[in-house]
């Protein structure tokens, strides 16, 4: 993909970093996977996903904790941040080459994740337009027999979990309104290596779903 470099080189100092994100005054906290704007850049659609929610049998006055700030992922050296990453770089690097390549790698997520309430482990899930109903669902342990695990783990973590998700649905039908996004090799359908991880989002309680731009080229 053009739009991204290969940033293989010592990284950058953490005062040089930017705390700012394109989608910080676009999407709100609870609702970040269909923001109200286009893509941030010509060649990339963002994959409409809708934010899971419990059943209707959810008491809403029930007592719910604060979503925790989104987790985001940002390669060294890229045009701006919020462009996201590269799944197949991400699940195919070995870990040292990831700490070099996305910013703030070696950051402890459960400590990123302020609203989680200490969890130790978050549900990912994966809502792909038209395939909803195969509710794919995993869980990523944040704490393991080598310590909590890093961005730049769980950056691995979600790209293969989309890499296994994404095998899956050729022999799935999907409903009428997941035609255009029908996934398959080059040429057939949106395939693996066009897919690209911004952000981390936590919907609702320990349930968290990733949010993802298509390379459309």
Not at 2 to 15: D, F, K, V
Not at 85 to 93: G, L, N
Not at 97 to 114: F, K, P, S, T
Not at 141 to 147: A, V, Y
Request: proline share 11%.
């Amino acid at each position: 993909m053009s739009n991204y470099i290969n940033p293989l080189h010592p990284p950058i100092p953490s005062a040089a970093h930017s705390s700012y994100t394109a989608l910080a005054n676009a999407c709100p906290q609870t609702l970040p996977l269909q923001p109200p704007f286009g893509p941030i850049l010509p060649t990339v659609r963002r994959l409409p996903q809708t934010p899971w929610t419990p059943h209707s049998k959810w008491n809403a006055t029930m007592s719910r904790s604060k979503p925790s700030q989104p987790i985001m992922f940002d390669l060294f050296g890229a045009r701006s941040m919020g462009l996201g990453v590269p799944m197949r770089e991400m699940s195919t690097r070995s870990a040292n080459a990831i700490e070099q390549m996305i910013v703030g790698a070696r950051d402890n997520v459960a400590a990123l994740m302020a609203g989680s309430g200490g969890t130790r482990k978050i549900r990912f899930r994966i809502m792909w337009p038209g395939y909803e109903h195969l509710d794919f669902n995993r869980t990523i342990e944040l704490c393991t027999q080598n310590g909590p695990i890093t961005r730049g783990q769980i950056v691995s973590q979600i790209s293969s979990m989309f890499a296994r998700f994404l095998e899956r649905l050729p022999s799935e039908a999907p409903g009428p309104h997941g035609q255009e996004w029908r996934t398959g090799p080059p040429g057939r359908g949106i395939s693996y290596d066009r897919l690209i991880l911004v952000a981390l989002w936590n919907v609702f309680e320990d349930t968290w779903m990733a949010e993802v731009l298509v390379d459309v080229r």
